[in-house]
């Protein structure tokens, strides 16, 4: 389980470079990132062993068809699991795969690295000592208020990914629940345009009337008690 770089690739461990570059094929979400990812790593750690690899596609709607074939080429060669960006698993493909290896007796390590999750929260001034990570919530907006109002009473951090499109609706369903609250907002971790915003929902979803969101987000909130 390698993490890999949320944008900026100079973000890459020396372990996870060297590991992506040696094993004879790199399992992926995005066969094209991982692409890009391989050919910096080449010209970066030019010293390292490359071994000609496959890149073998492993989206969420692949992952269970794929998985006896993969089990296949791990019985005789290392393989290294990477997501499109920061560490497998984390609202990403993997558990099924992972399961069935804790079943196989398929030994697993796990190269640490890059995460949206942590990177957002250790700079969003809120309260890290617990929290609760939700992934993307479901597109409904009765399941998401039914879920925000379950959170309300959790007392904790709240952190949870959205999509550029869908990002307005959720911190709207955010305000209905909970009020206008402070939240905090996080997108294009580590890249050019990298932006965290520390303000009330109602001021948020007015500055998304007037630009038009871009990228992914974290988005942050607290349910403790003031």
Partial sequence: MVATPIGNLQDITIRAAKTLL???????????????LLEFLKKEFPKFKYSHKQIISFTEDEEEIKIASIFQRVDVNDAALISEAGTPLISDPGF????????RNVRIIS??????????????GLPTDKFTFIGFL????????????E??????????FESPHRVRKTVQNIVDILGDT?????????????EVIRE??????????????KGEFVIMFSTKSS
């Fill in 182 to 194: 402070q939240i905090v907002l996080a997108r294009e971790l580590t890249k050019l345009h990298e």
């Fill in 200 to 213: 009330s929902a109602s001021n948020i979803l007015k500055k998304m009337e007037q630009t038009k969101s």
């Fill in 22 to 36: 040696e094993v004879p094929f790199v399992i992926a979400e995005s066969t094209s990132k991982a692409g890009t």
């Fill in 96 to 103: 099924k795969l992972v399961r069935e290896a804790i079943k």
């Fill in 111 to 124: 190269i640490p690295g890059p995460s949206a999750l942590l990177a957002a929260l250790t700079v969003s």
């Fill in 151 to 160: 959170l309300k009473k959790t007392q904790t951090t709240v952190v949870l």
């Fill in 138 to 149: 479901p597109k409904s907006d009765s399941s998401q208020k039914r879920i925000l109002a």
